[in-house]
């Protein structure tokens, strides 16, 4: 079996057990469960390909599959559940047209809607970025201000500075 067929055959499985994952634990992070997916199904390619066609093959195979399964759960799953596009595109989809001030007030209503604050400081709360003081307010851990200051570089590295204020009207 071709390299590239067997870190196929493990991008399949992924996608399986991912799948399974999701329709038991729904709430969970998707991008960390599909990061986990592909880690433990890539451990598992490798000891099996090693044991039977060698350390040569076996770990490029595993290797591949895991950025394979990697890139896809990055790409896909976690763009569709994030994404405000993608929710919009279904919505204008199902409506089949809207107004610029339909849409506005569209995106302000669902996205409070949703839950998606709630859904983000519980991922970034899960992730260790964020925490929530005895007086309810939320403050950057290490992590998170490290995490900061590295999107606040890529986003000058990329030219893709973003349009989040340094301070909010109550500092200013």
């Known amino acids: 079996m071709s390299i590239l067929k067997a870190a196929l055959l493990s991008v399949t499985l992924q996608l399986i057990i991912f799948i399974i ?3 038991l634990f729904p709430s969970g992070i ?15 390619h490798a000891s099996i390909a090693i044991h039977q066609r060698g350390f040569e093959t076996g770990v490029p195979e595993a290797l591949l599959g895991f950025f394979m399964g990697y890139s896809f759960f990055f790409t896909i799953p976690t763009t569709v559940d994030r994404a405000y596009s993608v929710k919009f595109l279904q919505a204008l989809n199902a409506r089949g047209e809207m107004q610029s001030q339909e849409i506005k007030s569209w995106f302000a209503e669902h996205f409070l809607e949703d839950g998606a604050v709630e859904k983000r400081l519980s991922e970034q709360e899960a992730t260790g970025t964020i925490i929530q003081t005895s007086t309810g307010t939320y403050v950057l851990t290490i992590k998170g201000q490290t995490l900061a200051r590295l999107f606040d570089l890529s986003c000058r590295m990329f030219n893709c500075q973003s349009r989040i204020p340094s301070t909010s009207p109550d500092q200013s």
């Open 21 to 23: 994952i999701r329709r």
């Open 30 to 44: 998707i991008f960390y469960q599909g990061l986990l997916t592909a880690l433990i199904v890539s451990c598992l």
